[in-house]
């Protein structure tokens, strides 16, 4: 199962409460990010009953995601769906409209316009017109429970225009990290999260805002290797 580094960020650093009943990860690939999400929220619940949802366009992520899902030690509480998110939502609307999602979590594609990939698959997780942030946080200001959140990775130079969307949902950014891959370089990502509650810290402002440094002096940070140490060994 390959895991991305995008993935891992966005696994390792999005809050988890242990308070979380009903997960759903958005274009979830290869189910990595969800596992991670269900090994959080287990270890922090003691073992309560959950259930995690995964959504992907591409026939062959959802089924290698079911895989993965049955081979873990959560697979009776996680569930793969091979839909895109427009028709996840038709599905919602007609059977379960009271549903309601204690975390969201994306690491939506992001190319726009650059020269796409030949493979479809590699195309299909790499670009936009499958799945973008927009459709994520327009989805998730429908979903959410009243105290739920929306966690994504995306590009840092992404975040202004990420947040004006998100306010314009109702959605208000409660936390964002950062990241770099080393001290002199600028800030290639971002795990940015949001929440109904948001606007009562005032317009603009951000609760929790910090900075996550891949590699320091050629080898990985003490502070990445702590946070992606029950997930990767590195």
């Not at 939502?89 to 992001?110: A, G, K, T």
């Not at 840092?156 to 990241?179: C, H, I, K, N, T």
């Not at 317009?203 to 320091?216: A, K, R």
Request: proline fraction near 4%.
């Amino acid at each position: 199962m390959k895991v991305n580094t995008d993935g891992v960020l966005l696994g390792a650093l999005m809050t988890v409460t242990g308070g979380e009943r009903h997960l759903l990860d958005i274009g979830t690939g290869t189910g990595s990010v969800a596992l991670m999400a269900a090994q959080r929220v287990s270890e922090a619940s003691g073992g309560y009953e959950m259930s995690v949802e995964a959504v992907d366009i591409d026939q062959a992520s959802a089924d290698e995601a079911s895989e993965n899902f049955s081979a873990s030690q959560w697979g009776g509480s996680m569930t793969a769906h091979h839909r895109s998110l427009s028709e996840f939502d038709c599905m919602l609307r007609s059977s379960r409209p009271e549903e309601r999602y204690d975390l969201i979590f994306s690491n939506p594609p992001y190319f726009e316009s650059s020269l796409k990939a030949p493979d479809q698959r590699r195309r299909t997780a790499r670009h936009t017109d499958t799945l973008s942030y927009r459709d994520v946080i327009c989805f998730a200001s429908d979903w959410l429970s009243a105290d739920g959140r929306l966690s994504m990775v995306l590009p840092a130079d992404q975040e202004r225009e990420v947040r004006r969307y998100a306010v314009s949902m109702g959605l208000y950014p409660f936390r964002l990290v950062r990241v770099r891959t080393s001290p002199r370089r600028p800030f290639s990502r971002m795990v940015i999260e949001f929440s109904r509650g948001g606007a009562a810290a005032g317009p603009g402002i951000i609760p929790s805002e910090s900075v996550l440094t891949i590699m320091e002096e050629g080898t990985y940070s003490a502070e990445y290797r702590s946070l992606v140490s029950d997930f990767l060994f590195i």
